[in-house]
């Protein structure tokens, strides 16, 4: 009963301009999840991205699929892109990594020596970079045939979570040896796995505190206005409305953009590996209501950094509200004090509940239209 109130409470009036400009040009919305249970158990939403490429694998679409997975080096969880060929290999990437990569100089010689079709998963900024590739090169534009991305707010650089895990490993004197960022329901829990067997499982705010205040976001998400994935075939996220939130089934968000992306949709839900339902594109933007407007707004974001010294060029010309600059100078501040050692030991021994009203603020800032 509440559930319904509180999205139309929250709910932002969009106009059309509005949603051309966020979400950029797309064909259709559903909320999706994959039909498997087994599927969905460790994806980081409805595990819509793993089933639809696993269909498209298995009825020749393409020969590969580009994933990036999560390694633990020396105790560390670094991000690692592979092309899988297998649903077994599709399987074990499922999940987000919030930590940085190298998609250009680790992805690309991959899908350059890979023979055959390929399926690309990235970041949008990941798939505009493959796409700027492609139009210089013909060779990888005919390889590259779906390329899917995930909604991104921003990326963390390795600082913090090295920061999480050694915390969890000062809790078990043990070694690391897994790692994954979000597993179940709505927001879900942040799951480590150590060398003596032990599992550590903690609600993910303990990482996404610091990550949803841009503490140690990578430089370049700051020059960033692009949240859904313009360049992409499919882009896909999560759907936090609240009517969803007791659903026992999570969901993946689907944005289809191009005819191509259309197709393989289509034979994912139409061998049943995917489960859809169409979505009013107004609830794509509802789900991101407070994030989007103030990841796409480069023109605050450029003016709070010129108070840091940093250039960001401004290419989107928005109105810059006093709650836009104030939310973007947070942004800007906060990423800028993850880069000094002292603002590092101010942000680790902040105690959680000042976390926890700061991160109040923000979200207040990012909530006025
Ligand atoms: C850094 C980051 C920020 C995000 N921000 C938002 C956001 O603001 N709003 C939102 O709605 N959704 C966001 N997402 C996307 C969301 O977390 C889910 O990934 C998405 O809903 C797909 O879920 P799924 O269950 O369908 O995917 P799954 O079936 O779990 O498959 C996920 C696929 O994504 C690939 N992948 C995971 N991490 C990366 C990465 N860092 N780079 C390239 N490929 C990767 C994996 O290889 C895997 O194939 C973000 C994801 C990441 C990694």
Redesign the pocket.
């Known amino acids: 009963m509440f559930a319904p109130l509180a999205d139309h409470f929250f709910k932002k009036t969009w106009k059309e301009d509005d949603i051309q400009r966020y979400l950029g040009n797309y064909q259709g919305a559903y909320l999706t999840h994959a039909a498997d249970e087994q599927i969905r158990a460790l ?9 639809m ?1 696993i269909a498209g694998l298995e009825k020749g679409r393409f020969d590969g699929v580009l ?3 999560t390694v633990i080096k020396e105790g560390k969880v670094r ?1 690692r892109f592979s092309i899988a060929t297998t649903a077994a290999e ?1 399987l074990a ?6 930590v940085e ?1 190298r998609f250009l100089q680790e992805a690309l010689p991959l899908i350059r020596n890979f023979r055959g079709r390929l399926a690309v ?3 949008p900024c ?1 798939i505009a970079g493959l796409r700027r590739r492609c139009d210089k090169e013909p060779e990888l534009a005919g390889k590259v045939v779906l390329t899917i991305t ?6 963390s650089r390795v600082e913090l979570i090295d920061e999480i895990t050694a915390r969890l490993q000062r809790e078990t004197g043990q070694e690391l040896v897994n790692y994954r960022f979000r597993v179940g329901h709505w927001r879900g829990r942040l799951e480590a796995v150590f060398a003596d067997g032990s599992v550590i499982s903690k609600p993910t705010e303990y990482f996404n505190d610091y990550q949803n205040l841009h503490f140690f976001s990578e430089r370049k998400c700051l020059a960033c206005h692009d ?1 859904f994935g313009y360049e992409a075939d499919i882009s ?3 759907v ?1 409305l609240f009517r969803l939130k007791n659903d026992p089934v999570k969901h ?2 689907v944005i289809i953009r191009t005819h191509r992306g259309d197709e393989v949709f289509r034979l994912a839900v139409g061998c049943g590996a995917v489960q859809a339902s169409e979505l009013d594109i107004r609830d794509i933007l509802n ?2 209501a407070r ?1 989007a407007p103030a990841h796409y707004n480069l023109s605050a974001k450029a003016k709070a950094a010129k108070l840091f010294n940093i250039q960001i060029n401004d290419t989107v010309n928005q109105k810059i509200p006093w709650h836009a600059y104030l939310n973007a100078l947070m942004t800007v501040g906060n990423m800028r004090l993850s880069e000094k050692d002292w603002g590092k030991t101010i942000i680790f021994r902040t105690p959680r509940f000042g976390l926890k009203f700061y991160l109040y603020l923000k979200k207040a800032l990012e909530s006025f239209k």
């Not at 994806?43 to 089933?51: C, F, L």
């Not at 995930?150 to 990326?155: A, D, E, P, R, V």
């Open positions: 994806a980081a939403s409805g595990g819509t991205t793993s089933a490429a994933v990036c997975n991000s599709i990437a499922r999940g987000s990594k919030y990569s998963i990235g970041l990941d995930l909604l991104c707010g921003h990326n949240h896909v996220g999560d936090w993946t968000g789900g991101q994030s």
